[in-house]
């Protein structure tokens, strides 16, 4: 069984567990940091919706692989620059990391520009770190509301939770946000914690070393 067909089975058996649809959870491969023959192989097999963390890593690649492989969709999941905003929403289907007033601005300034926008995802820095993206759990409604005036295309909510805690309380509290939001996409859970996000209603999941195999990190 290849690893791809492994991941859809564990992901098939975690979404019967959790008495949830087959079929309602995406699979975001992530291909950020890969060799090309890794994802070639994964588009091979029918596979089209990955995970790019850097814009200009994913301009480089994907233009070319979407003209072989029609269909092909592309999600950015890394932090966005404001001054990268107008490439990326012509390269990307859906930003899972909308995370600060400015940058909601600007989105919605480019989509009155360009009249359309990539389906966007608010990043909830769950557990409050200070080195990561994403707004804090406590501002989490009014940045939704102040998104939605701006009309931005927002479908969902985005989190990483910390190493070092039990993800499944990040997911929870991340799903409540949601609810309470009328918001219907999670995008939530990694390789080691996929499952632990399905049960707590992940929409997207977003499997990279699992599925292709440890990253191939360029040196410097």
Not at 50 to 74: D, I, M, S
């Amino acid at each position: 069984m290849s690893a791809l067909a492994e991941i859809r089975a564990r992901i098939a058996t975690a979404e019967a567990a959790a008495g949830r649809a087959p079929g309602s959870v995406r699979l975001i491969a992530v291909s950020k940091v890969q060799p090309l023959d890794r994802i070639e192989a994964v588009l091979a097999e029918g596979h089209r919706l990955f995970g790019e963390n850097r814009v200009q890593e994913a301009a480089g690649k994907w233009p070319a692989l979407r003209a072989r492989f029609p269909g092909t969709e592309v999600h950015l999941i890394g932090p966005l620059q404001t001054n990268k905003a107008r490439q990326a929403m012509e390269l990307f289907e859906a930003i899972h990391s909308l995370d600060r007033p400015k940058l909601a601005r600007t989105l919605a300034r480019l989509a009155q520009e360009l009249g359309r926008c990539p389906d966007l995802f608010v990043q909830v820095n769950t557990g409050e770190e200070p080195q990561k993206a994403g707004v804090a759990p406590a501002e989490a409604d009014a940045f939704i509301a102040e998104c939605r005036s701006l009309d931005l295309p927002v479908v969902g909510l985005m989190c990483i939770p910390p190493v070092n805690e039990e993800p499944a309380l990040h997911f929870a509290l991340l799903a409540k946000i949601a609810a309470r939001n009328g918001l219907a996409g999670l995008s939530m859970g990694m390789s080691d914690d996929f499952e632990r996000a399905i049960a707590q209603g992940a929409t997207h999941v977003r499997i990279g070393s699992a599925l292709f195999g440890a990253r191939a990190y360029e040196p410097g």
